[in-house]
C-alpha cells in the first residue's frame, strides 16, 4: 500500500529529475596580496564596497570600509563573486617600492604643521591698497613711491594675536597672474580693495576674474568708508553684479568695510583673514629642504645679484645651495622685510637672498638641492629645455579634441574681449551652451577693448584661450602670446565664433595651415618654350627651389599667379632642385606672363601647431 510519504518522495524525485542539471560557474582568476583594505578589495574585483561588506558579514566578519583584511578572507570573499584567488607574486623590488612609498605617505603626513596664509591685496588703482597695507603694517612705504602707486613687489609680514600673516603687495593682478603663469601658485587669499566712493571699476572686475581663476577665496575690503560720498552699499550691489556675494546678502564673500586713513575696520578685517585661512587649513613641513618661488629679482650695485623669495615648504637657511629658474647659487646672507639678516627663512615667510650666480625670474620655482653639482646639473637641464623650445603645451581650438580625448581638459576657459559690452552676453550664452560631459565651456575673464598682455597671461595661467571679436591685439600682447603659447582667435561674425568652438568640442574643427618660405629667385631672363610657353631664367637668391614646390609670381607687392613648379634646369638638364647662389629656368604651370625684375616665391603649407 502505497503511504502519503511515498508518495511525496515520489513527486520530489520526479521532480529533481525534470530540472535541467545546472552548468558549472566558470572562475575568474585574481592576484591578491598578504593583506589589503575592503576598498581595495572593492576596486580589484570590481564590485560596490557594500556588497564586499555583506559578503564579509556572510563569512561571520564585521568590517568597515578602511579595514584590513588578510589574503584568507580575501580569498572567500572574492570566492562569493565567482573569482579563484591566487597570491600575487611579490619581488624583492616591489616590496621595497611599497615600503618606500609608505614611508614617503607616512613622511607628507608627519611633521606638518600650520604655517601663516599668503595674501595678496588687488584692486583698481588709487582705490587705496598701498594706503591700507600700509595701515596695516604702520610702515611708511607709500610716501617714497611715485604717485602713490606700487613701483615693486614686495612681500611683509605682520603679526596678529601671536599669528603671521604674509602680506604680497603686487602693482596688480597682471604680476599676480604672471607668477601662477609660470606655475607658482603663490597666494592662499585675495583681498580685494573697492573704494566706497568709487564703486567697481574695470580694473575691479578683471581683479576679480584673475582671483576666481586661481581658485583662491576672496574677502572685499571697501575702503574710504570715511568719505562723506561713501556709498557701501552701492558696492555691495556692483560686487553682486560682477559675481561676488557679500554674506549679508546671502552669499559666501566676507566684506569688511575699512578705511586705511582713519584706521576703521583693520582689526575686523585681520581677524577674517585669519579665519578664511583656519578654513583652509594651511600646513607645511619646516623640516624639509626648502621649495619657494621668487617675487622679485634685481641686480644691486653694491651685493650683486639679490632675490626675494617667498618659502613654501621646508626651510631655507644661510649655506643652502639653490635653484631658481636656470641660475643658482650658494645662500650667503638672507634678510626679511625689515632689511634685518636673518639665518632661516620657514614656510610663508618672505627673505631677499644673495649668494645666487645671476638675477633670476620673477615667478621662478626656488629649490634647496644637496650640494654644488646637483645644482649645476639641473640649471644645466634647464637651459636645454629652453634652447629646445620646451614649453608648456597651451590649449587651442585646433588641438582641443585630442587633449579632452587625451583627458587633459576638463574645462575649455576662455578669455573673451569684443568691440563692445553689448557684445559680451549673446556670446558667453550661445559658448556655455556648447558644454558636454567631457568638457564645460567657462568664460573666466570677459570685456571690451583690445586684447592685452594680461588676457594672454591669465590664458597661460589658466591653460585657456582668448576670442576676440571685432577688436584687435595689442602688440606686447601678440608678443606674450606667441611666448606663452597661447591661442588667439579672431572672429568678426558671431555665428562662425560659435560654429568653430563647436566643432573643436566635436574634434570637426578643420586645421589651420600657414605659408612658410623656402625660397626666392629673380627673374634675370624670360625665353621662349613653344608656342605660348615660356621659361623664366632666374638667379636663385634666398634657399631653394624644388621642382613640384608652390610658387607665386611677385611684381612689386602685387601677385601676379599662385600655383607651383613645373620645370626645372639647370642649362640643358632637368633638376629636382636649385639652391641658393645658382641661376636656372623655372616654368611655373599655367603662366607665361614673366617680366624681367619679377620675383619668384618658393613656399609650402605647414600646420599650425
Do not use: C
Amino acid at each position: 500500500m502505497t503511504t502519503e510519504k511515498d508518495r511525496e518522495e515520489t513527486i520530489n524525485t520526479s521532480a529533481g529529475e525534470a530540472e535541467a542539471p545546472s552548468e558549472p560557474v566558470e572562475l575568474k582568476e585574481i592576484a591578491l596580496p598578504p593583506t589589503l583594505t575592503v576598498r581595495q578589495l572593492s576596486e580589484l574585483l570590481g564590485v560596490s564596497v557594500i556588497d564586499i561588506i555583506k559578503q564579509l558579514m556572510r563569512n561571520g566578519i564585521m568590517a568597515n570600509i578602511n579595514q584590513v583584511i588578510d589574503y584568507e578572507v580575501a580569498t572567500k570573499t572574492a570566492a562569493g563573486f565567482d573569482y579563484q584567488a591566487r597570491p600575487e607574486k611579490r619581488t624583492v623590488r616591489s616590496v621595497v617600492a611599497e615600503i618606500k612609498k609608505r614611508q614617503r605617505d607616512e613622511g607628507k603626513q608627519a611633521g606638518l604643521t600650520a604655517r601663516p596664509p599668503v595674501v595678496t591685496i588687488m584692486g583698481h588703482v588709487d582705490h587705496g591698497k598701498t594706503r591700507l597695507l600700509d595701515a596695516i603694517r604702520q610702515a611708511k612705504v607709500m610716501e617714497s613711491e611715485v604717485g602713490g602707486i606700487t613701483q615693486h613687489i614686495g612681500a611683509y609680514q605682520v603679526e596678529v594675536d601671536g599669528k603671521k600673516i604674509t602680506f604680497l603687495d603686487t602693482p596688480g593682478h597682471e604680476a599676480f597672474t604672471a607668477m601662477r603663469a609660470r606655475g607658482a601658485q603663490v597666494t592662499d587669499i585675495t583681498v580685494l580693495v573697492v573704494a566706497a566712493d568709487d564703486g567697481v571699476m574695470p580694473q575691479t572686475k578683471e581683479a576679480i576674474d584673475h582671483a576666481k581663476a586661481a581658485g583662491v577665496p576672496i574677502i572685499v575690503a571697501i575702503n574710504k568708508i570715511d568719505k562723506p560720498e561713501a556709498n557701501p552699499d552701492r558696492v555691495k550691489q556692483q560686487l553682486a553684479d560682477a559675481g561676488l556675494v557679500v554674506e549679508e546678502y546671502g552669499g559666501e564673500t566676507v566684506a569688511v568695510e575699512t578705511s586705511a586713513k582713519a584706521g576703521k575696520g583693520l582689526s575686523e578685517l585681520l581677524e577674517n583673514i585669519l579665519l578664511v585661512a583656519e578654513l583652509e587649513e594651511l600646513k607645511a613641513n619646516p623640516s624639509r629642504p626648502a621649495t619657494g618661488v621668487v617675487i622679485e629679482a634685481r641686480m644691486d650695485k653694491s651685493m650683486g645679484p639679490m632675490a626675494t623669495v617667498l618659502v613654501h615648504n621646508g626651510t631655507l637657511r644661510v649655506g643652502d645651495t639653490v635653484i631658481a629658474g636656470i641660475t643658482w647659487g650658494r645662500v650667503k646672507a638672507m634678510f626679511n622685510n625689515a632689511g634685518k639678516r636673518i639665518r632661516k627663512a620657514e614656510p610663508a615667510t618672505p627673505a631677499a637672498i644673495l649668494g645666487l650666480g645671476s638675477v633670476p625670474g620673477v615667478g621662478d620655482t626656488l629649490r634647496a638641492v644637496a650640494g654644488e653639482h646637483r645644482a649645476r646639473g639641473l640649471a644645466e637641464q634647464r637651459k636645454n629645455r629652453i634652447k629646445k623650445g620646451a614649453k608648456q603645451d597651451g590649449v587651442s581650438l585646433t588641438n582641443l579634441y585630442d587633449q579632452i580625448n587625451a583627458g587633459k581638459v576638463k574645462e575649455l576657459n576662455i578669455i573673451l574681449k569684443t568691440d563692445v559690452q553689448g557684445s559680451i552676453d549673446p556670446i558667453r550664452t550661445s559658448l556655455e551652451r556648447l558644454g558636454t560631459e567631457k568638457v564645460q565651456v567657462r568664460i573666466i575673464h570677459s570685456g571690451a577693448g583690445n586684447v592685452t598682455e594680461s588676457d594672454i597671461m591669465l590664458a597661460a595661467a589658466s591653460k585657456g584661450l582668448v576670442v576676440s571679436f571685432n577688436t584687435n591685439v595689442e602688440p606686447g600682447a601678440r608678443l606674450s602670446a606667441g611666448t606663452e603659447g597661447v591661442d588667439i582667435r579672431r572672429y568678426d561674425i558671431i555665428y562662425k565664433l560659435v560654429e568653430d568652438t563647436e566643432k573643436a568640442l566635436k574634434g570637426m574643427l578643420e586645421p589651420e595651415y600657414e605659408d612658410v618660405i623656402d625660397g626666392r629667385a629673380e627673374i634675370k631672363a624670360v625665353f621662349s618654350a613653344g608656342k605660348r610657353a615660356k621659361i623664366a631664367g632666374v638667379a636663385v637668391t634666398e634657399g631653394k627651389v624644388a621642382i613640384g614646390a608652390k610658387a607665386r609670381v611677385k611684381r612689386g607687392e602685387k601677385v601676379l599667379t599662385d600655383s607651383s613648379v613645373a620645370s626645372l634646369k639647370r642649362f640643358k638638364d632637368n633638376v629636382k632642385e636649385v639652391a641658393a647662389g645658382f641661376e636656372a629656368g623655372v616654368g611655373v604651370k599655367d603662366f607665361s606672363g614673366y617680366e624681367v625684375g619679377d620675383i619668384l616665391e618658393f613656399y609650402h603649407k605647414e600646420k599650425v601647431s
